[in-house]
């Protein structure tokens, strides 16, 4: 299930990808200004390099210096065509820029709620190979004809009781049928991938053993296929990744929501079959928390890094990682805007997310300047926090 914590890392992601755009659309700009001021080789005037030269290097620097203010611009006495390069080259650079955020923040949405349709797949995968077997055996039945042969527990997986209280689950059907969910596509590699991976596992020669297995049974040997074999298996992982390209930071959570629907169909007296597993308790209000986080960055992120440079003036550069950035940057947006979350847990988040996505110094930095971030914004009543957000996990 998607928890916060997930969101905030998927959200960093994405933060950092957009970040890395918009050095991208910055050279890009700069490119277009220097183009500008290249000699015109279709012109029988002479061409003053030199000048040319000059002209590009001011505008850069014009551009640099007005990418996010336009006052400067305004007031220098810099040649008409150098304002008029120098406008035309901030404008492209904010409108694709633009266009890369519109497109981070949709791809992050997708690509969280694209999950069922993964954990869907998963299920399928057992499905087929469950449906493969019957078949097979139905072969060396006819093959077989009046002489009777010993299929010893053959059929155990085409009988499992589990994946047959969720074929037959309405909601399932109709969860595969919204979701678009089919291996229609795969059908040679399927029969492949249960002769080469599923039957020679240990998992499976071990439920062949079983004489009538309960339906516990069935549940552990296909929850055991699921975790141990198509979740671990490289050709299995390739055929998820080509479906997900954030399939890396959703295989966690795809696995985890399989092996529910599993549990569910094994415990039906207990569990309604009738409702599968969401992607979070309360998907609108984490989608909504998802979408702030990382929209509310990036409109603050200019005042979030004056006040990391504040603080860091007499730090070796090398020391600040330009995930550290992003990382306070998150953190400080989420401490001034969402009141009902405590400054410490905010903190604690995003020191767990330094562990794993940033350099091994990141942990103490990142606490530390944290700490002092979020002092100086309570005090100054920037940090107003309301509710649930009182509690402090001092």
């Known amino acids: 299930m998607l928890n916060r914590r997930i969101l905030r890392v998927k959200a960093f992601q994405n933060l950092y990808a957009f970040e890395q755009c918009k050095g991208s659309n910055i050279n890009i700009a700069r490119d277009f200004i220097r183009e500008s001021f290249l000699p015109d080789l279709n012109s029988m005037e002479i061409q003053d390099k030199p000048a040319l030269i000059k002209d590009s290097d001011e505008a ?3 551009f640099d210096q007005n990418l996010e203010n336009e006052s400067i611009l305004k007031s220098s006495t810099a040649k008409p065509k150098i304002k008029q390069v120098v406008l035309e080259a901030i404008r492209q650079f904010h409108a694709a820029t633009e266009k890369d955020r519109q497109f981070m923040l949709k791809n992050m949405i997708v690509s969280a709620e ?12 057992l499905q087929a190979f469950a449906k493969h077997v019957e078949k097979e055996i139905e072969k060396k039945k006819k093959l077989a004809g009046d002489n009777p042969i010993a299929f010893a527990n053959e059929m155990n997986l085409a009988k499992n009781q589990v994946l047959k209280n969720i074929r037959e689950s309405a909601t399932y059907r109709a969860a595969l049928a919204r979701n678009n969910v089919n291996l229609d596509d795969i059908e040679l590699e399927l029969k492949e991938w249960f002769r080469d991976y ?7 020669q071990e439920y062949l053993l079983l004489v009538n297995p309960s339906i516990d049974q069935d549940y552990e040997a296909a929850d055991d296929l699921l975790k141990k074999v198509i979740f ?19 295989k966690s959570v795809v696995r985890s929501l399989a092996s529910k629907v599993l549990k569910n169909a094994s415990q039906p007296e207990q569990v309604e079959l009738d409702s599968l597993p969401e992607i979070a308790i309360n998907w609108d209000e984490d989608k909504e928390f998802f979408q702030n986080i990382f929209n509310f960055t990036i409109e603050n992120i200019d005042s979030s890094k004056a006040m990391i440079a504040q603080k860091t003036k007499n730090w070796d550069i090398e020391r600040l990682a330009f995930t550290d950035k992003i990382i306070i940057s998150m953190a400080i947006a989420e401490m001034k805007n969402f009141p009902s979350i405590p400054v410490k847990v905010s903190i604690n988040e995003y020191i767990d997310i330094s562990k794993t996505y940033s350099t091994p110094k990141s942990k103490q930095f990142v606490n530390g300047l944290l700490d002092v971030l979020a002092k100086e914004l309570t005090d100054s009543g920037q940090i107003r926090k309301s509710g649930r957000g009182l509690l402090d996990n001092k």
């Open 60 to 62: 850069v620097k014009l």
């Open 114 to 125: 694209r999950i069922p349709h993964l954990y869907l797949l998963a299920i399928e995968l």
């Open 198 to 204: 599923i039957k020679t596992s240990e998992t499976y």
């Open 232 to 250: 671990k298996n490289e050709v299995f992982l390739n055929f998820f990744s080509e479906k997900d390209l954030n399939w890396t930071e959703n």
